[in-house]
Structure formats: structure tokens, C-alpha cells
């Protein structure tokens, strides 16, 4: 008896294995008529949803008729076996597990009775179920966005999470994305799907200018001292940190004349800048020192002459009419600046104030590196002038002095041959001069003097004077304002 129920047992297993199920008769055999999926209430059931690795007893809802019909075999199939699988318990349950939500069509069961016509069919949806919560992914939190762009759909992320636990993306093109067009510092985005709503912060920044760029030169780009830039033809643009390139025109540059410092021109626009290099020459170049007094004779008010050469030795004096507003200045040289040796007692530049003054009185030497003995290197000439030196400006730059025995670097003494006896209403500028004197023991040695002077300012800017008494003496002088290195003093 033991042999034969375990006989029995093995045959039921080999039929499982072959996903199929027989069920014996236990008496009179009675054979089944009809088989259907149903529900609870005794409807038909059609079909059933499954999520995503989720699994069904199935045979809960097979229903043969007679109830006690006996001695058949069930068959069971699925029609994608990649998306539902069919397996049996040891308690002969059927067992379908949902692997795949990726197609479109339900799967379907069929339960046969073998050797018959009689079969049942149900459809299986494999789904991940409803979505229950929807966020934007972080990622768009560390993205950097700058004012004045607009949104760029295509980099948002957005992920739905559904019933079965899984997340998955929601395309793009079903999402409802609001959003400040174009954005702007604490723009904020919300996105929208059917009722769910998100939203982030956006991490939006001022787009500043990193470079301006000279696209174009302008049509002009040689210059003379005193002219003033012209951007015709200019071309500008600007480089923006979010990569952004646009052509501007409302730039702006410094709207002086051209001086003897000059070799380019910054343009600006807003918190960026380019230098645009020039060519910036004298009105006339001079070679040999001996020409020079016919280029100042010759001169129009306003124009600048460079001294050209490396040294100029034994020369005698230059004289220099204030009225002509002239800057002249020596040739940068790798090595200093041109070089000036007047002969001994001979000063090299004496500065005239004619009766035609009516030009402003500028004058402006530069570049230079003078040397003269028992003379005043630069001073004012008494004797050639109508009056003393008033209303004028003086500017004295990049001057080397090398002077001794009863020398003076520079001598501005008022005469009290003219009415009013004092210089006034004068500016005089000392910029980034060395004063070298070589006979320390001399009392009449002074780097500058100057003498009966009132209503003027005096500027010495970076400059090695040791303001002492030997050094830079000023008497006769009446409301008079010293500034060393922008420090008044007494």
C-alpha cells in the first residue's frame, strides 16, 4: 500500500515539471464539462494586475464544473514567459510572477483540460501601479544658472515614484514646467504632472562680463601727442561667464589727450577692460641736439618733440617759450633716458614767459637725464622775459639731475625787476625725478630753489628728496600749498 501512494506521489511531481497538473480519481470518475476564471462573486474574471516582481496564486480563481469532476489533467501556459512566468508549489498551487512591465500588451494565462476542448484564459497586466510621488532630482540644485538666460528643458530630471516602489523618469514632454522666462536671481521652478506638483530653487547668478574682446580695430591707431582717441571702426565685445558673446557699443575710454606716456588706450565696460595698443608719436623728432632750438622756434602751440639719440654732450642752452604749451620729452631707453651735458656754466633749459601767454602756459619735460656744473639745470630766464612766470603749469617727470659745484637742479626765482614782483597762480609738478648731487659741502647746492612765489601749488611725487634746508629751499613765498607724495607740508 506504501509503494503504491508513493508510486502515486512521483507521477504528480513529473507532471508538475511539465506544467501540467492531474488529478486523479479517489472513485467513480466523473468528468469535468466546463472551466472558467472567477471572482469571488461568481463573475467572470477577465483579467488581473501584477506589479513588477510581484507574483499570483492563480488557481484561487479556477472553477471547473462538476465540482467533483476527477481524473483530468490542467495545462498551463503563458503567452510571454519573458513577462509572466508559470510555476507549481508542492501543494499543486499555481504560481504566475510578473517580471517585465516594459510591453505594452497584457499576458496571457490559458488553463486547458487536456484532451478536451474545454479551456479558460485570463489576461495578466504587468504594471508598476499608480504614481504616488513625484520629485526633481538634486542634480539641478548644484547647477549654476545665470540672469537674462532662459531654461533649458532638456536638463531636467524628474522622477515619478509608483505604487510598486519602484522610480522611474517622466518624460519631459508630459510635464508642465513653469518658470520665470528669462530668469532671474531667485527664480524659482515648478513642474507639474497631472496633480502632482515639485518645485526647486534655482541657483540663478548675475551673469557678469569675464573679457571684453577687440573684435575690430578702429580706423585710426597712430597719434600724435595731444590728440585725442577716435573709436571709429571699433568693434567691442564682451565675453560673458555663461559663455554668452554680444557686440557693445556704450563702452567707454578715458577722453584726454595723448601724452608722451602713452602706448595704448584701456577700453572699459562695466567691471571688464581690454587695452587697445597705439602708436602714439611726437609732432617732430629730433636727432641731433642742435636742432632742437629751430623745432621749439617752430613750433605750433600745443605740439611735443622727442629728443631722439642716446647722448647729447657739451650742448648750450635751450631755450623754452611757456606760451607754446609744448611737451618735450627724451626717448625711452633701455638702459635710462636720453642723455643731456650742457657745458660747464651753461644751463640747458631756460624757461621764457613771453607777453603772448595766452595758451594756458603749460610745459611738460620728460625722459630726460641732465648734468650740469655752476648752473641751474632747468630755470626761469629773467633776462629773456616780458614777465614773471604766472598762470602757468609746469611739469617736471622722469628727470634725472646730476648736478654740482653751486648748481641747482631746478631755479624758479621770481625777478623784482617785473610788477608784481612775485610769481603767481603757478602749478608746478615734480613726478618721479632723482636729484644726484655730487658736492654735499656746498651751501648754494640745492636739488630745487624757488623765490618769491605766492598763490601756487607745488606737487613733488615720488622723488628722492631729503627735505632738508641743503636740498629744497623755497623763500619769499606767501600762500603757497607743498604736497609731497599728496602730504602737505610746511
Same mark, same amino acid.
Given at each position: 500500500?506504501?509503494?503504491? =501512494? ?15 497538473? &492531474? ?13 472558467? +476564471?472567477?471572482?469571488? *462573486? ?19 480563481? $479556477? ?42 500588451? /497584457? ?8 484532451? !478536451? ?80 506638483? @515639485? ?11 569675464? &573679457? ?5 580695430? /578702429?580706423?585710426?591707431? =597712430? ?5 585725442? +582717441? *577716435?573709436?571709429? %571702426? ?8 555663461? %559663455?554668452? &558673446? ?30 587697445? /595698443? ?42 623754452? /617759450? ?22 660747464? %656754466? ?25 648734468? @650740469? ?27 634725472? +639731475? ?23 597762480? $603757478?602749478?608746478? =609738478? ?11 659741502? &656746498? ?15 607745488? =606737487?613733488? *611725487? ?9 636740498? +629744497?629751499?623755497? !623763500? ?15
Amino acid at each position: 500500500m506504501k509503494r503504491k =501512494n508513493l508510486i502515486i506521489l512521483l507521477l504528480i511531481f513529473t507532471f508538475c515539471s511539465l506544467a501540467s497538473i &492531474t488529478l486523479f480519481a479517489c472513485g467513480a470518475k466523473v468528468a469535468p464539462e466546463s472551466i472558467s +476564471f472567477n471572482k469571488n *462573486d461568481g463573475t467572470i474574471l477577465e483579467e488581473v494586475t501584477l506589479y513588477k516582481n510581484n507574483y499570483l496564486y492563480i488557481d484561487q480563481f $479556477l472553477n471547473i464544473y462538476p465540482k467533483n469532476a476527477n481524473g483530468y489533467t490542467l495545462q498551463w501556459s503563458s503567452s510571454n514567459e519573458e513577462k509572466v512566468d508559470i510555476s507549481f508549489t508542492n501543494n499543486y498551487e499555481v504560481k504566475i510572477r510578473a517580471l517585465d512591465c516594459t510591453y505594452d500588451n /497584457p499576458v496571457t494565462i490559458l488553463c486547458k483540460i487536456k484532451d !478536451t476542448d474545454l479551456s479558460a484564459s485570463i489576461k495578466v497586466n504587468v504594471t508598476d501601479g499608480e504614481i504616488y510621488n513625484m520629485f526633481i532630482d538634486q542634480t539641478l540644485e548644484e547647477t549654476t544658472f545665470y540672469a537674462g538666460q532662459e531654461f533649458n528643458k532638456d536638463i531636467l530630471i524628474v522622477w515619478g515614484e509608483f505604487e510598486s516602489g519602484k522610480k522611474y523618469l517622466i518624460p519631459v514632454n508630459e510635464l508642465e514646467i513653469i518658470v520665470d522666462s528669462p530668469l532671474k536671481v531667485g527664480s524659482i521652478l515648478y513642474v507639474k504632472y497631472g496633480k502632482f506638483q @515639485a518645485s526647486i530653487n534655482l541657483n540663478v547668478i548675475e551673469d557678469t562680463i569675464e &573679457t571684453l574682446n577687440i573684435e575690430q580695430n /578702429p580706423n585710426k591707431i =597712430n597719434y600724435l601727442i595731444g590728440e585725442i +582717441f *577716435d573709436p571709429t %571702426g571699433m568693434i567691442i565685445s564682451a565675453k560673458y561667464a555663461s %559663455g554668452k &558673446t554680444e557686440i557693445i557699443s556704450n563702452y567707454t575710454f578715458e577722453n584726454s589727450p595723448f601724452t608722451y606716456k602713452d602706448n595704448s588706450i584701456t577700453i572699459s565696460y562695466k567691471n571688464a577692460s581690454v587695452n587697445l /595698443p597705439l602708436t602714439i608719436s611726437a609732432t617732430t623728432t629730433v636727432t641731433s641736439y642742435s636742432n632742437l632750438q629751430s623745432a621749439i622756434d617752430n613750433a605750433n602751440v600745443g605740439d611735443s618733440i622727442m629728443i631722439g639719440g642716446t647722448e647729447h654732450i657739451n650742448v648750450g642752452t635751450i631755450y623754452i /617759450p611757456v606760451s607754446k604749451n609744448l611737451t618735450i620729452y627724451g626717448k625711452t631707453l633701455k638702459n635710462g633716458y636720453t642723455k643731456i651735458t650742457s657745458v660747464n %656754466g651753461k644751463s640747458i633749459f631756460k624757461i621764457i614767459n613771453d607777453a603772448n601767454a595766452t595758451h594756458g602756459n603749460t610745459l611738460t619735460i620728460a625722459n630726460l637725464e641732465l648734468s @650740469a656744473s655752476d648752473t641751474s639745470l632747468i630755470c626761469y630766464d629773467e633776462e629773456n622775459s616780458k614777465t614773471n612766470l604766472n598762470n602757468s603749469s609746469l611739469t617736471i617727470d622722469n628727470v634725472k +639731475f646730476n648736478y654740482n659745484n653751486s648748481s641747482t637742479g631746478l631755479n624758479l626765482s621770481g625777478n623784482e625787476k617785473f610788477s608784481p614782483l612775485n610769481m603767481f597762480s $603757478l602749478t608746478i =609738478n615734480i613726478l618721479n625725478c632723482t636729484f644726484q648731487e655730487n658736492d654735499l659741502e &656746498t651751501d648754494t647746492d640745492f636739488a630745487i630753489y624757488i623765490k618769491n612765489i605766492e598763490n601756487s601749488n607745488i =606737487n613733488i *611725487d615720488n622723488c628722492n628728496l631729503n627735505f632738508d634746508y641743503d636740498y +629744497f629751499k623755497i !623763500t619769499n613765498f606767501n600762500n603757497l600749498i607743498v604736497k609731497v607724495d599728496g602730504n602737505q607740508i610746511n
